[in-house]
């Protein structure tokens, strides 16, 4: 049986975004079907320098700019995302690790106790699927690194598919070439991307700083103002959702959804010694969410100043403007780095699927997926809401696995039912999941509710159902056992 | 070998700081910060894989 699993196990190798080696650091390869030994746990260090890297990505120059062409304010974007990554911090500090530390296993052997294997299965599926889309976004960042070298003409902000065949062909073949290292190479390439971690976010620092001159900032006290009336003026592009402070705060509270809400960090904090290690993600959100993305957005703005009529999100030849190839480089490995892991991680939860299909034929097809995915830059310039999809989508498992962990005890119920009773699926979970998802569609279509707010309800929402669906199925299994 | 390689990374960075702030402070020119990044990026990657043992994976 264990051996049977071990496959669908799989994608808990890969912890926030590396796969792990044995004896290194967080070896999330280890441990999978047990709770993590006291002797094994690792110091707030470990966890500090992990978040650190992984959320400095090619993604995040994405983001910074959208933010702008969302007409964003100075205000909202520095308070709110000040606020917002703050929120994630308590989020990951007082949901995610408390359960982490106090049960010690991968959410995907959490799942399996609570909903069965089958739940896994569609949990992996889902999960390839949402990780192909991802990969797209870190493909097109990388490739556009290329454009300025090879002169390919830049997509605007509402092109919604590719700008020439030049454009197409350098995408598809920066896509192949990392799906093909990430099926045979994942090792080097993950060695990699650990030396090149602390050179990126020195480098993304220097870009914002390197900027600066430019737009007009000649002391600190020039930053206020330039920032008001030059890079974040509050004035939404056509064909964007014009945001506000409640959206940049919900965005970068909920854009790791997954992570906290959605409890994928089990994977990681089963390791810390304490569950207020989880604020050691502040790493992460103020390098990567905070300083990254501003960072971002000051390139774009000067960009703007450039040529006003340059609105298309391309971060290549941004960086280039501001830092020549220091900035070609920087977007192209960050971009790669992170494209890795994450192409990696899309075949690992196919094959989890399907065991006897070949680990780097799916690989190579899931990077095949999102390099053709990546060759549309209306892909990419809608990141904003792919993010918070991914986020919403994966989120309701987490909303099972928290009100199993502290309600189901308390309201008279049994945890990790499916465990108990051997079901292959245990309907609960699926349920609350399939609900949950259809009531935030609702409240989209019908009540014009926007994606950004959606997360917190239907995490609400899922944890109910769930709870509901739990003592109706519990109470008639144990009537049907006291009958027999 | 291993204290000189780590010294030229740190160094690398170092220049790679240093240099785009002097510019931005209105001391250095927009050619000096480019140069200096540059520099910091190849010295970094010249230097770092040959002391910095994979750590995580």
Known sequence: MVSDREPQQAASKLVCGKPEKEGGGFAANEYERQPVPEDKTKGLKSFVGLFASEHVAGTELLIGPLFVAAGVSAFDVLVGLLVGDFLAVLSWTLLTAPIAVRKRLTLYYQLEKIGGPGVIDIYNAANGVLWCCIAAAMIYVSATALFVPLQISMPKLDDLYPSSGAMVLIVVAVGALFALIAAKGYDAVAHFANIAAPWMAVTFIVLGIVALPELGVRSPGDFWRVADEVVWRGKAQQGHVQFTFWHVMCFSWFGNMAWHFGMGDLSIFRYARKARYGLASAAGMYLGHYIAWITAGILYAVQLQRDPANTGVVPGPMAYTAAGMTGIVLVFISGWTTANPIIYRAGLAFQAIRPKWSRVRVTFVAGAVASVVAVFPGFCNKFLSVAMLYGLVLMPMGAVIFADHYLMKPLGMQEFYAEKTGARIHWPPPLAWGLSLVACLALNVFLGVQEFFLCLPGWLIAGLVYLLSSKLLQQRSSLRGSGT | ?57
Do not use: E, K
């Not at chain 2, 990374?9 to 001391?27: D, E, K, N, Q, R």
């Not at chain 2, 480019?34 to 043992?53: C, D, E, I, K």
């Open chain 2, 1 to 57: 070998m291993r204290y000189f390689l780590i010294a030229v990374s740190f160094l690398s960075l170092a220049i790679l700081c240093v240099t785009p702030v002097l510019y931005a402070t209105g001391i250095g020119s927009a050619d000096l910060s480019q140069h200096g990044m540059n520099v910091g990026t190849l010295g970094w990657f010249a230097a770092t894989p040959f002391w910095m043992r994979s750590s995580r994976a």
